[in-house]
């Protein structure tokens, strides 16, 4: 049986999948229903024309107006205010109010003039005209109007764009359709091929706000911008927020170098808490989904697990609403001081069942900086190379021996290779001559670059396979969409793979007029293997490449193992590893099972009146293995650890609501006052091994040293809240919200203060282009403000002691006081307090859109941790004292500059500036460390560096060691002729306070170019990747003095007279490699980010294929480093996601994306 049969005969069916949201779904599809929303309307105009009004009932009901412009335009402005109206009092109230009148026919409204008055025509005999109506991507438009220009005859489009119409020859008729530009074209005894455009910029744009409530933008109080999904899939990328960068302005995103399989950290209007979560809630078809990053890399090594809003296929999403104001956000109360994007996802649509196909095929390529390296001087030290270091060795022997000179080239042979192995991590060695020389593995070899390519023979060429199909159509009485993904990536990092497959369903329908059902479920399966391992040497086969002498070429070391068996290094040193022994022997994997579904259901009691009801979760398994193999260089025995996690997050919510007009429509109240209950839990068991009893049996019943471990969390929260918006003549409105929310986490039993927290909001817009007359090249402006409260969470067990057995004393366990913190009863949520003010204004018929904000965002009563006496066993205290203020400014500017026939050039320009500050962390600390870097620690001869939170200073500054200077700022350098050291100094600011981005659009006929330009500007990094290049003699910068000496420019000691001292260069630049200032660079850039160019092919060529439409295009990511002015590595390369930024430590390469978009519609 198929879809339709099913649909028109309401069918019931049973379906074995395991989840209830996914039976809900089905058991939706089988109830007999009629098309959505009709009886649930809201429309809040004043003075507004007709057409507008139109196209706001289609947006809300999918239902299409037929008409002829001229005859409506006539009419005068209409005034409207109705809340969960039906259709018909709608139409009725404009009928009222005008000379129109309405007819329907299946999903198109036909409208007519109450006296039509039609010209004379000729009594020739009519033709008839037939032709097809589609959009500029060939996609088939149903429901356009085709009209007889000045009289009363016309139709409509079919589901497949088609039309029949007969009139006169020659005459005039007039195509049009919702949210396009309008075409007169002549009738004619052919077939009528016609293509619509978009319109330009829309006044009454409709967007996603808070808890998937749709508003008109005009009447918004706050800034709200929202990216369709058209343009994320434009060039798709694996994880879905990065494809956020240089698209919305004051948002900030940052990738860290983790490859293709990491997360991404969302920053909107600055962080605001100095230890706590900065990142955004994540709201998908209104349900709060879990962002979790399992696992990050840092100053010890580790795995980038990925995050929550990686899983989301981009496929699937309609529109992402980023909710910047803490106005906009303020309804989710606790959750949201960092702000809220919010994802709605496709939706089936009336008409008959389309079938939609994408593929999508990208190859990417490494971006490395190779002439940063040095390629003239081989392995050695102080200027020798291995034989070099041997012959001196060996003749010292001879003389301290007495022995004869004849055994030199013995002695050379004994030393060499062992002292080749010791110094091919240093490569200060002599000038590359091409004579043989002893190499690392005992082996001597012409002493030249042969490791020129390294980075190009290691690293693969990543690739990433997309296939989607999506099903989708609906009667009048109900509409679905079913849809699959499946994603591939390969990354550059060798035997390094991702899979994730997708499934997604929504249904959405009604029982009868008062009751409406929507529900959704999206089910998402990721298989990983070796997620590259990054941050410290040992497990990091991208440092083995850096450290790598010029002379060594890495595929020496694809043998991997020894003749013992053991790891094949490049080195005599154990943390350095051998790269692909690291890729290949050493094993991590996890899989990920989750699902995210909802279930929603509306019921009208009066036009007035209404209550909904929600529920849904997301609930999320994962199972992990990571393998330490026997023979590994750092820990030879081997080890192994299992992990598995189950946690989710569920929401039930409940909404009444009223909305009424008066004062014939002048004045308009909407409220609503709801209730949500939120439970989140967190499981997890861990087993470890340590030292396999056989080598390459890798099992825990095969270690010699087992342990396991187990823990639980689970934290409620119940919330009130409401919302009141008035509306005076659609030109001025006030929106006040309130949520009060009860934290589980605050409930201890002897705690004094409450248990709850108040969020208020209050927002007003004025438009003034409906109280004032303006220019007529002005036709909108409106300014707006707000001001509100929103929160940060307490986490679980932070007011009470918790405890854990970790150790057994005669096999019976032992419990102990777990946490190193004193908890505190009093601990409550920090509080975010936000302003802003905006100004919102469109030009010459809406060809240029200006969208300005000003913002101020304090934060207090953040959660720190305070020093108290090592004496009381703790290492502190958890209290409620830190404070951090933002304000800054957003633009953005639209524009269509050229508009003609066949060409259009949509432009955007997007820009933000934000200023952090620190105010105060406690009252006896004014100071503390956020991150630290691994440099400066165990025998590390790099400089120290930290990220510091600082009052007075802007949030996560940059400290380590500086150049000490005298009081011009010269570099004082010691009696051996080496930079001193001048202390731990602030060095740089490590969050950029500018970002940007500039989009351009082209479109001539079928062909279209898309261009992304993403920039951050201001901001540090420092590079640990550079700081070891310089002390082991690999950076390209070492080069000066190698054979001569260096004399470093500055003063001596005394810090008056000119340095003239020469220092032998190996010394110089290890000692240039302990200060870390010489590493911290702007880690501004300019990007071209995005490029598209495609063609969508006409109809006469695909029509008989059976396709509606079908499009191909060329695209491609990172094309173009404009600008950046950090060596080596790209000046994205973070180490992490955490609030830490500003580190980069021997992440994986940048990489250079090119491919293909395939999309076709049937």
Same mark, same amino acid.
């Not at 000729?122 to 149903?142: F, H, L, M, Y």
């Not at 969302?266 to 979560?277: D, E, Q, V």
């Given at each position: 049986?198929?879809?339709?049969?099913?649909?028109?005969?309401?069918?019931?069916?049973?379906?074995?999948?395991?989840?209830?949201?996914?039976?809900?779904?089905?058991?939706?599809?089988?109830?007999?229903?009629?098309?959505?929303?009709?009886?649930?309307?809201?429309?809040?105009?004043?003075?507004?024309?007709?057409?507008?009004?139109?196209?706001?009932?289609?947006?809300?009901?999918?239902?299409?107006?037929?008409?002829?412009?001229?005859?409506?335009?006539?009419?005068?402005?209409?005034?409207?205010?109705?809340?969960?109206?039906?259709?018909?009092?709608?139409?009725?109230?404009?009928?009222?109010?005008?000379?129109?009148?309405?007819?329907?026919?299946?999903?198109?409204?036909?409208? &007519?003039? $109450?006296?039509?008055?039609?010209?004379?025509?000729?009594?020739?005999?009519?033709?008839?005209?037939?032709?097809?109506?589609?959009?500029?991507?060939?996609?088939?438009?149903?429901?356009?109007?085709?009209?007889?220009?000045?009289?009363?005859?016309?139709?409509?489009?079919?589901?497949?764009?088609?039309?029949?119409?007969?009139?006169?020859?020659?005459? +005039?008729?007039?195509?049009?359709?919702?949210?396009?530009?309008?075409?007169?074209?002549?009738?004619?005894?052919?077939?009528?091929?016609?293509?619509?455009?978009?319109?330009?910029?829309?006044?009454?744009?409709?967007?996603?706000?808070?808890?998937?409530?749709?508003?008109?933008?005009?009447?918004?109080?706050?800034?709200?911008?929202?990216?369709?999904?058209?343009?994320?899939?434009?060039?798709?990328?694996?994880?879905?927020?990065?494809?956020?960068?240089?698209?919305?302005?004051?948002?900030?995103?940052?990738?860290?170098?983790?490859?293709?399989?990491?997360?991404?950290?969302?920053?909107?209007?600055?962080?605001?808490?100095?230890?706590?979560?900065?990142?955004?809630?994540?709201?998908?078809?209104?349900?709060?989904?879990?962002?979790?990053?399992?696992?990050?890399?840092?100053?010890?090594?580790?795995?980038?697990?990925?995050?929550?809003?990686?899983?989301?296929?981009?496929?699937?999403?309609?529109?992402? %609403?980023? +909710?910047?104001?803490?106005?906009?956000?303020?309804?989710?109360?606790?959750?949201?001081?960092?702000?809220?994007?919010?994802?709605?996802?496709?939706?089936?649509?009336?008409?008959?069942?389309?079938?939609?196909?994408? +593929?999508?095929?990208?190859?990417?390529?490494?971006?490395?900086?190779?002439?940063?390296? !040095?390629?003239?001087?081989?392995?050695?030290?102080?200027?020798?190379?291995?034989?070099?270091?041997?012959?001196?060795?060996?003749?010292?022997?001879?003389?301290?021996?007495?022995?004869?000179?004849?055994?030199?080239?013995?002695?050379?042979?004994?030393?060499?290779?062992?002292?080749?192995?010791?110094?091919?991590?240093?490569?200060?060695?002599?000038?590359?001559?091409?004579?043989?020389?002893? !190499?690392?593995?005992?082996?001597?070899?012409?002493?030249?670059?042969?490791?020129?390519?390294?980075?190009?023979?290691?690293?693969?060429?990543?690739?990433?396979?997309?296939?989607?199909?999506?099903?989708?159509?609906?009667?009048?009485?109900?509409?679905?969409?079913?849809?699959?993904?499946? !994603?591939?990536?390969?990354?550059?990092?060798?035997?390094?793979?991702?899979?994730?497959?997708?499934?997604?369903?929504?249904?959405?329908?009604?029982?009868?007029?008062?009751?409406?059902?929507?529900?959704?479920?999206?089910?998402?399966?990721?298989?990983?293997?070796?997620?590259?391992?990054?941050?410290?040497?040992?497990?990091?086969?991208?440092?083995?490449?850096?450290?790598?002498?010029?002379?060594?070429?890495?595929?020496?070391?694809?043998?991997?193992?020894?003749?013992?068996?053991?790891?094949?290094?490049?080195?005599?040193?154990?943390?350095?590893?051998?790269?692909?022994?690291?890729?290949?022997?050493?094993?991590?994997?996890?899989?990920?099972?989750?699902?995210?579904?909802?279930?929603?259901?509306?019921?009208?009691?009066?036009?007035?009146?209404?209550?909904?009801?929600?529920?849904?979760?997301?609930?999320?398994?994962?199972?992990?293995?990571?393998?330490?193999?026997?023979?590994?260089?750092?820990?030879?025995?081997?080890?192994?650890?299992?992990?598995?996690?189950?946690?989710?997050?569920?929401?039930?919510?409940?909404?009444?609501?009223?909305?009424?007009?008066?004062?014939?429509?002048?004045?308009?109240?909407?409220?609503? +006052?709801?209730?949500?209950?939120?439970?989140?839990?967190? &499981?997890?068991?861990?087993?470890?091994?340590?030292?396999?009893?056989?080598?390459?049996?890798?099992?825990?019943?095969?270690?010699?040293?087992?342990?396991?471990?187990?823990?639980?969390?689970?934290?409620?929260?119940?919330?009130?809240?409401?919302?009141?918006?008035?509306?005076?003549?659609?030109?001025?409105?006030?929106?006040?919200?309130?949520?009060?929310?009860?934290?589980?986490?605050?409930?201890?039993?002897?705690?004094?203060?409450?248990?709850?927290?108040?969020?208020?909001?209050?927002?007003?817009?004025?438009?003034?282009?409906?109280?004032?007359?303006?220019?007529?090249?002005?036709?909108?402006?409106?300014?707006?403000?707000?001001?509100?409260? %929103?929160?940060?969470?307490?986490?679980?067990?932070?007011?009470?002691?918790?405890?854990?057995?970790?150790?057994?004393?005669?096999?019976?366990?032992?419990?102990?006081?777990?946490?190193?913190?004193?908890?505190?009863?009093?601990?409550?949520?920090?509080?975010?307090?936000?302003?802003?003010?905006?100004?919102?204004?469109?030009?010459?018929?809406?060809?240029?859109?200006?969208?300005?904000?000003?913002?101020?965002?304090?934060?207090?009563?953040?959660?720190?941790?305070?020093?108290?006496?090592?004496?009381?066993?703790?290492?502190?205290?958890?209290?409620?004292?830190?404070?951090?203020?933002?304000?800054?400014?957003?633009?953005?500017?639209?524009?269509?500059?050229?508009?003609?026939?066949?060409?259009?050039?949509?432009?955007?320009?997007?820009?933000?500036?934000?200023? %952090?500050?620190?105010?105060?962390?406690?009252?006896?600390?004014?100071?503390?460390?956020?991150?630290?870097?691994?440099?400066?620690?165990?025998?590390?001869?790099?400089?120290?560096?930290?990220?510091?939170?600082?009052?007075?200073?802007?949030?996560?500054?940059?400290?380590?060691?500086?150049?000490?200077?005298?009081?011009?700022?010269?570099?004082?350098?010691?009696?051996?002729?080496?930079?001193?050291?001048?202390?731990?100094?602030?060095?740089?600011?490590?969050?950029?306070?500018?970002?940007?981005?500039?989009?351009?659009?082209?479109?001539?006929?079928?062909?279209?170019?898309?261009?992304?330009?993403?920039? $951050?500007?201001?901001?540090?990094?420092?590079?640990?990747?550079?700081?070891?290049?310089?002390?082991?003699?690999?950076?390209?910068?070492?080069?000066?003095?190698?054979?001569?000496?260096?004399?470093?420019?500055?003063?001596?000691?005394?810090?008056?007279?000119?340095?003239?001292?020469?220092?032998?260069?190996?010394?110089?630049?290890?000692?240039?490699?302990?200060?870390?200032?010489?590493?911290?660079?702007?880690? %501004?850039?300019?990007?071209?980010?995005?490029?598209?160019?495609?063609?969508?092919?006409? !109809?006469?060529?695909? $029509?008989?294929?059976?396709?509606?439409?079908?499009?191909?295009?060329?695209?491609?990511?990172?094309?173009?480093?404009?600008?950046?002015?950090?060596?080596?590595?790209?000046?994205?390369?973070?180490?992490?996601?955490?609030?830490?930024?500003?580190?980069?430590?021997?992440?994986?390469?940048?990489?250079?994306?090119?491919?293909?978009?395939?999309?076709?519609?049937?």
């Amino acid at each position: 049986m198929n879809i339709n049969s099913i649909l028109k005969k309401g069918s019931t069916y049973s379906c074995p999948f395991l989840t209830f949201l996914l039976f809900t779904c089905f058991s939706v599809i089988s109830m007999k229903t009629y098309a959505q929303s009709e009886n649930s309307l809201t429309l809040q105009v004043k003075k507004q024309n007709i057409e507008q009004v139109f196209a706001q009932i289609t947006q809300q009901t999918g239902v299409k107006f037929f008409y002829d412009h001229e005859t409506v335009r006539q009419e005068s402005q209409i005034t409207l205010s109705f809340r969960n109206a039906s259709l018909k009092e709608i139409l009725d109230a404009i009928g009222k109010q005008t000379k129109l009148r309405f007819e329907r026919k299946g999903n198109t409204i036909l409208v &007519n003039s $109450k006296t039509v008055k039609e010209k004379p025509v000729s009594k020739e005999e009519p033709i008839q005209v037939k032709g097809r109506i589609v959009d500029s991507t060939g996609e088939a438009i149903i429901g356009a109007s085709i009209q007889a220009k000045g009289t009363s005859t016309g139709t409509i489009t079919d589901i497949d764009g088609n039309f029949s119409l007969s009139v006169q020859e020659g005459q +005039l008729l007039v195509i049009s359709y919702i949210g396009y530009q309008s075409v007169q074209i002549k009738a004619e005894r052919k077939t009528l091929n016609i293509t619509l455009k978009e319109s330009d910029i829309a006044i009454d744009e409709v967007v996603v706000t808070a808890l998937g409530i749709r508003k008109e933008k005009k009447a918004l109080a706050y800034s709200v911008t929202e990216v369709k999904g058209e343009e994320m899939n434009r060039v798709k990328v694996a994880n879905l927020a990065t494809g956020l960068a240089g698209k919305v302005a004051g948002v900030n995103v940052s990738k860290p170098a983790s490859g293709v399989m990491g997360s991404s950290r969302i920053i909107i209007r600055g962080n605001g808490s100095l230890n706590g979560s900065n990142q955004p809630l994540y709201v998908i078809d209104g349900i709060p989904m879990d962002n979790t990053n399992y696992g990050q890399t840092n100053m010890w090594g580790g795995t980038d697990g990925g995050d929550g809003i990686s899983s989301i296929n981009s496929e699937d999403i309609e529109s992402m %609403s980023v +909710l910047k104001g803490g106005t906009a956000a303020a309804l989710y109360g606790s959750r949201a001081s960092n702000g809220a994007i919010v994802i709605t996802t496709k939706r089936g649509a009336i008409g008959k069942i389309k079938v939609e196909y994408n +593929l999508s095929y990208t190859n990417e390529h490494i971006v490395f900086k190779n002439n940063d390296l !040095q390629w003239e001087y081989g392995a050695g030290s102080t200027g020798a190379n291995a034989e070099q270091m041997a012959y001196g060795l060996a003749m010292q022997q001879i003389q301290q021996n007495g022995l004869p000179e004849s055994m030199l080239p013995t002695l050379i042979d004994k030393i060499a290779p062992t002292l080749a192995s010791q110094i091919n991590m240093l490569s200060f060695g002599s000038k590359l001559d091409g004579k043989d020389v002893m !190499q690392f593995d005992g082996v001597r070899r012409p002493y030249v670059a042969s490791g020129k390519d390294n980075f190009k023979n290691f690293y693969e060429n990543a690739w990433a396979l997309t296939n989607n199909v999506a099903v989708s159509g609906g009667t009048e009485k109900v509409q679905f969409r079913i849809a699959a993904g499946d !994603q591939r990536f390969h990354d550059i990092m060798p035997n390094s793979k991702l899979e994730r497959n997708n499934i997604t369903l929504s249904v959405q329908s009604k029982l009868d007029e008062h009751l409406t059902l929507k529900a959704n479920v999206m089910y998402v399966r990721e298989r990983a293997k070796n997620r590259p391992g990054l941050g410290d040497l040992t497990s990091n086969a991208n440092a083995t490449l850096f450290m790598l002498s010029p002379n060594t070429d890495v595929r020496l070391l694809e043998r991997r193992v020894n003749d013992k068996g053991m790891e094949f290094l490049p080195t005599g040193q154990a943390y350095i590893g051998n790269p692909y022994f690291i890729a290949y022997n050493h094993s991590n994997k996890d899989s990920k099972d989750r699902v995210i579904g909802s279930i929603e259901a509306q019921y009208n009691f009066t036009p007035n009146w209404y209550v909904r009801g929600k529920f849904g979760g997301d609930m999320i398994n994962r199972r992990n293995e990571a393998i330490t193999p026997y023979g590994t260089a750092i820990d030879t025995d081997g080890a192994m650890s299992n992990s598995s996690i189950y946690n989710g997050e569920f929401n039930a919510e409940a909404i009444a609501g009223y909305t009424n007009t008066f004062r014939d429509n002048s004045f308009s109240v909407d409220a609503f +006052l709801g209730w949500n209950t939120m439970g989140t839990w967190y &499981n997890q068991t861990t087993a470890n091994g340590q030292g396999f009893i056989q080598p390459d049996f890798h099992a825990m019943g095969n270690s010699t040293v087992t342990n396991g471990n187990s823990s639980h969390s689970e934290s409620y929260i119940n919330s009130l809240f409401g919302q009141l918006e008035l509306s005076y003549h659609s030109m001025l409105y006030l929106t006040f919200t309130g949520r009060n929310d009860w934290f589980s986490a605050l409930s201890y039993k002897g705690k004094n203060s409450s248990n709850h927290i108040f969020y208020p909001s209050i927002g007003a817009g004025f438009i003034i282009s409906e109280a004032v007359r303006l220019p007529e090249w002005i036709p909108f402006l409106k300014i707006r403000g707000s001001w509100a409260q %929103s929160g940060g969470a307490v986490g679980p067990y932070n007011l009470g002691l918790t405890y854990a057995f970790n150790q057994k004393i005669h096999g019976q366990p032992i419990g102990s006081v777990s946490p190193t913190i004193v908890p505190n009863l009093n601990l409550k949520p920090l509080t975010s307090s936000a302003y802003e003010i905006g100004l919102d204004a469109r030009f010459f018929n809406n060809r240029i859109g200006i969208d300005f904000t000003y913002y101020v965002r304090n934060t207090k009563d953040d959660i720190v941790d305070a020093g108290v006496s090592s004496a009381s066993g703790y290492k502190g205290v958890r209290i409620n004292a830190g404070k951090v203020h933002n304000h800054g400014v957003e633009l953005l500017f639209t524009a269509v500059p050229v508009k003609t026939k066949d060409f259009t050039w949509d432009t955007s320009f997007n820009f933000s500036y934000n200023k %952090s500050e620190v105010k105060k962390i406690t009252d006896e600390i004014d100071e503390f460390i956020l991150e630290t870097a691994r440099t400066g620690h165990d025998g590390d001869n790099c400089g120290p560096a930290f990220i510091y939170h600082e009052v007075g200073e802007p949030y996560g500054i940059i400290k380590g060691e500086s150049y000490k200077r005298n009081d011009k700022g010269e570099i004082m350098y010691d009696d051996n002729g080496l930079p001193m050291k001048g202390g731990i100094k602030k060095l740089g600011e490590s969050v950029a306070p500018y970002t940007l981005g500039v989009s351009n659009s082209f479109s001539y006929k079928g062909f279209s170019l898309n261009i992304l330009i993403d920039a $951050k500007i201001g901001g540090n990094i420092y590079s640990m990747t550079n700081a070891h290049m310089y002390s082991f003699g690999r950076h390209a910068g070492t080069l000066p003095g190698r054979e001569e000496g260096i004399i470093g420019k500055g003063v001596k000691a005394d810090g008056k007279t000119p340095n003239d001292v020469k220092a032998e260069a190996m010394k110089y630049y290890m000692a240039m490699a302990g200060i870390t200032e010489e590493f911290v660079y702007d880690a %501004s850039f300019v990007k071209l980010r995005e490029l598209s160019f495609g063609y969508t092919f006409p !109809q006469k060529w695909i $029509k008989k294929l059976g396709m509606s439409s079908l499009s191909l295009a060329i695209v491609g990511r990172n094309l173009w480093n404009i600008y950046d002015d950090v060596p080596l590595v790209d000046p994205e390369a973070m180490l992490n996601i955490g609030n830490g930024q500003g580190f980069e430590s021997y992440g994986m390469p940048a990489t250079r994306s090119i491919g293909f978009n395939l999309n076709v519609k049937f």
